[in-house]
């Protein structure tokens, strides 16, 4: 099977065309494989799509390391039309077509594989906040959706915080689908730190979905301004919180192009 890899900020996707899928082939046992990282290629999830049409255009499915669905990824819809742009030099929009509805792209700037794009996310929803019992003491939380479940813990940021806190709430009884979380830190009303547990992956670089939960929950919740960066451990991205909806600028980057010989 040709396989394509990218990455956004270090959270990183295998891209495969649904024609190069084997007749009833298990796709929760595929993505573990290929995204195990000293077994198989290594990535955060498997995404196949389909192109539509002549145009800059295609639909995808996303499955997480652990073979998990997962209905949208904001990092990996820019991933796919990094490589929709690769084939289509000279477009300028894209969509692509998620479990979680269209997302509309514009391409901002391009620097050799690198290419950085504005991406309407669309409408938070479900916002609000609750109180749960998380290792045995009351925790404040902030829960809502972006297109995939997310839930934003407002305070200080360590790693013992996100391998205990944020990973007892990714699997917490009051997410019975599971949950993303990410631990915010508001450190100007502009800027916005996180860490991020990705549901069904664990702790990861980076996440668009988890920076405009974060970002919408600082500004609901903890006073951050409505546009704002939000940096996490790959880097930094912009989220804006508009009448319009949710609006995530970023890049991403094509790295590999290869053949998996397993199946």
């Not at 940021?157 to 990714?170: F, G, K, N, V, Y």
Request: hydrophobic letters at 45%.
């Amino acid at each position: 099977m040709h396989v394509t890899k990218a990455h956004a900020y270090g959270n990183d996707f295998l891209l495969i065309e649904e024609s190069e899928l084997p007749a009833g082939v298990d796709r929760p046992d595929l993505a573990r494989r290929m995204c195990d990282r000293h077994r198989g290629i290594g990535a955060d999830g498997l995404m196949t799509y389909a192109s539509e049409g002549p145009a800059p255009r295609a639909s995808m499915r996303l499955l997480n390391a652990d073979g998990s669905h997962s209905e949208v990824s904001g990092n990996g819809v820019r991933c796919l039309a990094a490589m929709l742009s690769a084939r289509h030099p000279d477009a300028r929009e894209f969509v692509v077509e998620t479990d979680a509805g269209e997302k509309r792209l514009t391409l901002l700037a391009r620097d050799g594989a690198r290419v950085t794009f504005r991406a309407a996310m669309g409408e938070p929803t479900e916002l609000g906040t609750r109180t749960l019992d998380v290792l045995g003491a009351p925790l404040d939380v902030v829960t809502l959706r972006v297109g995939n479940p997310q839930c934003v813990v407002l305070g200080p940021l360590s790693d013992e915080r996100l391998h205990t806190i944020a990973r007892a709430l990714a699997t917490h009884a009051a997410f019975p689908e599971g949950t993303n979380v990410e631990l915010a830190s508001v450190e100007r009303p502009d800027f916005v730190r996180i860490l991020i547990w990705e549901r069904g992956v664990g702790p990861t670089w980076a996440s668009g979905t988890g920076a405009c939960a974060a970002a919408v929950a600082a500004a609901a919740f903890g006073g951050a301004a409505r546009d704002a960066i939000v940096a996490s451990p790959g880097g930094e991205q912009r989220v804006e919180w508009t009448d319009e909806g949710m609006f995530l600028t970023g890049w991403a980057e094509l790295t590999m192009d290869g053949t998996w010989l397993a199946d």
